[in-house]
């Protein structure tokens, strides 16, 4: 199977071509930097996506506080995800940094604040 990808590990955004069969990569074309080679063999055998939504204060500055995942998690479980995030709640003070929700869904990901409030 071959399938064409444009990567978004960067800003440069190369054209690579994957061809590969279920989970087994054969070659990986068009990058010009090894990133651009893992992100294509992850993109096609396991995507995963960086989350970054907020969560609910309570008592805080803000209702919400803008938080992300700490390494992405994968695409197929992005919207049980967000579920839980979405029902979760924090109480303030909330420090940047601050784990909101550890190793969410078991993904390995921890949702973290990335502001104050
Ligand atoms: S292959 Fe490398 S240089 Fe090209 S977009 Fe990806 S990260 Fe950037």
Redesign the pocket.
Known sequence: MKRDLI?V??P???P?TVEYEGTEVFSVTG???K??DA?ARTEVVNPTRSLATSVKVNGGVHPVVPVRSSQPVPKSMMFDCMKVINAASVDAPVRIGQVIIPNILDTGADIIATNND
């Open positions: 990567c590990a960067c440069l955004g190369c690579i990058n010009t930097c990133r651009g992100y």
